[in-house]
């Protein structure tokens, strides 16, 4: 079983920058997709960004494109979720996910971490 933990999230003005991580332990072997979600209060959770384990490819909501970028350290099984321009629509628990190639919905998430755009 894969773990994960999430850690980088904060209180920060509109306009600035946050790196969130996503540090995976356990069977990680058979991970393919990393992810991350959000979810506000309120709202649903919803899909925010995404990466192949072992590629390059990054997958992105419209609400992000060209402001949060995707990455991963594979020496250190950690997923990286950069993240600039922030908006106070931004506000929300932040969630890493994974799942296996042959795995059609993420099965193991993370604890969430909490971040707050102020304006």
């Known amino acids: 079983q894969v773990q994960l933990v999430e850690s980088g999230g904060g209180l920060v003005q509109e306009g600035g920058s946050l790196r969130l991580s996503c540090a995976a332990s356990?069977?990680?072997?058979?991970?393919?997709?990393m992810a991350w979600f959000r979810q506000a209060p309120g709202k649903e959770r919803e899909f925010v960004a995404a990466?192949?384990?072992?590629?390059?490819?990054?997958y992105f909501a419209d609400s992000v494109k060209g402001r949060f970028s995707i990455s991963r350290d594979n020496a250190k099984n950690t997923v990286y979720l950069q993240m600039n321009s922030l908006k106070p629509e931004d506000t929300a628990v932040y969630y890493c996910?994974?799942?296996?190639?042959?795995?059609?919905?993420?099965?193991?998430w993370g604890q969430g971490t909490q971040v707050t755009v102020s304006s």
């Open positions: 996910a994974a799942k296996g190639s042959t795995s059609a919905i993420y099965n193991v």
């Open positions: 990466t192949i384990w072992s590629g390059t490819s990054g």
């Open positions: 356990g069977r990680t072997s058979g991970t393919y997709f």
